[in-house]
């Protein structure tokens, strides 16, 4: 398979980690004879540096006529620290899932067992939780209709949905649920947001075409606890774009770091791939960032294009690195690896899954490849 990948580093640390992923597809092109072809394109803090705007056309132009998107991270202090800001990295992000028609975000909560002591929360409550959620994407509060009066001291963010909004992302969801436990829960605030009163009706009316899905309801402050108390109750999570967003960032701690959870941002026609981490500036240039999430959403992007043998070499060349410990300090405070080094030792794991004899942590070296 031949496939041309937009590659959006971004700021932070996303240039180190998606160098990672790029690696392993490299890898997998080798191994399985496919062709990865990867241009790079300014988006986020750097290119509002170097171009005044978060989303140069030019980057634009190159997403609408890829096969996919990978994407690093946005964000920069400079920008967040400073609320009179008019451009911001976040907009270029926005803007670019509402041009390629990105309306589906989903993201896979899965805690890895040689890690479930990592977790904040007791291992009984963890251990056997698996479950995605589906969150909105193009809608909702952060695209809605945004007000701010001469003085500064009166603020709005219009929150709407449609019946088609909510319709077809609906539909994925339940699909995905047909393929999994077939239990599908909506996640709203009925009892107060008309647009999450027509959420429920929606999702409701949609639900009838799969009568071999349970669905159920839950407010969105008794989700949050939920997921916190009893995630393993759950198996596809429904949601509108904000609570989706804070939703999703919170079950990220059942795995025990934010920098192991990859999404797919999914349109009629386009895919975006990610980290759902930020660009976390502080460790810039460290080689101290987790990549195994950039890596992950490389799986998830071979998946997407029914490589699904290639992406489960991902995935288990990722349990490896966890089970040999060779882990960014995230994940083991005294680590001696780094970003670089987990991402070697993927991409060696793919180039030499077979050969294990290596694959222990004694001959395992920051700088050092075990497998060539």
């Given at each position: 398979?031949?496939?041309?990948?937009?590659?959006?580093?971004?700021?932070?640390?996303?240039?180190?980690?998606?160098?990672?992923?790029?690696?392993?597809?490299?890898?997998?092109?080798?191994?399985?004879?496919?062709?990865?072809?990867?241009?790079?394109?300014?988006?986020?803090?750097?290119?509002?540096?170097?171009?005044?705007?978060?989303?140069?056309?030019?980057?634009?132009?190159?997403?609408?006529?890829?096969?996919?998107?990978?994407l690093g991270a946005i964000g920069?202090?400079?920008?967040?620290?400073?609320?009179?800001?008019?451009?911001?990295?976040?907009?270029?992000?926005?803007k670019l899932r509402k041009e390629?028609?990105?309306?589906?975000?989903?993201?896979?909560?899965?805690?890895?067992?040689?890690?479930?002591?990592?977790?904040?929360?007791?291992?009984?409550?963890?251990?056997?939780?698996?479950?995605?959620?589906?969150?909105?994407?193009?809608?909702?509060?952060?695209?809605?209709?945004?007000?701010?009066?001469?003085?500064?001291?009166?603020?709005?963010?219009?929150?709407?949905?449609?019946e088609e909004e909510i319709t077809?992302?609906?539909?994925?969801?339940?699909?995905?649920?047909?393929?999994?436990?077939?239990?599908?829960?909506?996640?709203?605030?009925?009892?107060?947001?008309?647009?999450?009163?027509?959420?429920?009706?929606?999702?409701?009316?949609?639900?009838?075409?799969?009568?071999?899905?349970?669905?159920?309801?839950?407010?969105?402050?008794?989700?949050?606890?939920?997921?916190?108390?009893?995630?393993?109750?759950?198996?596809?999570?429904?949601?509108?774009?904000?609570?989706?967003?804070?939703?999703?960032?919170?079950?990220?701690?059942?795995?025990?770091?934010?920098?192991?959870?990859?999404?797919?941002?999914?349109?009629?026609?386009?895919?975006?791939?990610?980290?759902?981490?930020?660009?976390?500036?502080?460790?810039?240039?460290?080689?101290?960032?987790?990549?195994?999430?950039?890596?992950?959403?490389?799986?998830?992007?071979?998946?997407?294009?029914?490589?699904?043998?290639?992406?489960?070499?991902?995935?288990?060349?990722?349990?490896?690195?966890?089970?040999?410990?060779?882990?960014?300090?995230?994940?083991?405070?005294?680590?001696?690896?780094?970003?670089?080094?987990?991402?070697?030792?993927?991409?060696?794991?793919?180039?030499?899954?077979?050969?294990?004899?290596?694959?222990?942590?004694?001959?395992?070296?920051?700088?050092?490849?075990?497998?060539?």
């Amino acid at each position: 398979m031949n496939l041309k990948i937009a590659v959006l580093p971004g700021d932070g640390i996303g240039p180190e980690v998606i160098l990672q992923a790029k690696k392993a597809l490299y890898a997998i092109g080798e191994v399985y004879n496919h062709e990865f072809v990867f241009e790079e394109a300014l988006m986020g803090a750097v290119a509002i540096d170097k171009t005044g705007n978060p989303l140069p056309e030019q980057t634009l132009n190159l997403c609408l006529n890829t096969d996919a998107v990978l994407l690093g991270a946005i964000g920069d202090p400079k920008y967040d620290n400073n609320p009179n800001a008019k451009v911001r990295p976040e907009q270029g992000l926005l803007k670019l899932r509402k041009e390629l028609g990105l309306f589906a975000n989903i993201r896979p909560i899965k805690p890895y067992k040689a890690l479930i002591e990592s977790s904040p929360l007791k291992r009984e409550i963890i251990e056997g939780a698996d479950f995605t959620i589906f969150r909105e994407l193009t809608g909702g509060a952060y695209f809605g209709t945004k007000t701010l009066n001469e003085e500064g001291t009166h603020a709005s963010d219009l929150c709407e949905y449609s019946e088609e909004e909510i319709t077809r992302i609906a539909h994925l969801a339940f699909q995905s649920a047909q393929k999994r436990r077939k239990k599908l829960t909506m996640v709203d605030k009925a009892n107060v947001l008309e647009t999450s009163r027509l959420w429920r009706k929606v999702v409701q009316k949609v639900s009838e075409n799969y009568p071999d899905v349970k669905l159920d309801f839950l407010f969105v402050d008794n989700a949050a606890m939920q997921l916190i108390l009893n995630p393993k109750q759950f198996d596809v999570i429904l949601t509108e774009n904000l609570f989706g967003d804070i939703l999703s960032d919170e079950a990220s701690v059942i795995t025990g770091s934010i920098g192991l959870l990859p999404s797919v941002s999914l349109g009629k026609k386009n895919a975006l791939f990610e980290p759902i981490h930020g660009s976390y500036p502080q460790a810039k240039g460290k080689n101290i960032a987790n990549p195994i999430a950039s890596i992950l959403a490389a799986a998830l992007l071979l998946e997407h294009f029914g490589l699904t043998k290639e992406a489960h070499v991902i995935y288990k060349a990722v349990e490896k690195a966890i089970e040999y410990k060779v882990v960014t300090v995230d994940l083991k405070p005294d680590s001696k690896f780094g970003t670089n080094e987990v991402g070697e030792f993927v991409s060696n794991f793919i180039f030499s899954k077979d050969d294990l004899l290596y694959f222990n942590n004694d001959n395992v070296s920051i700088g050092q490849s075990t497998i060539v």
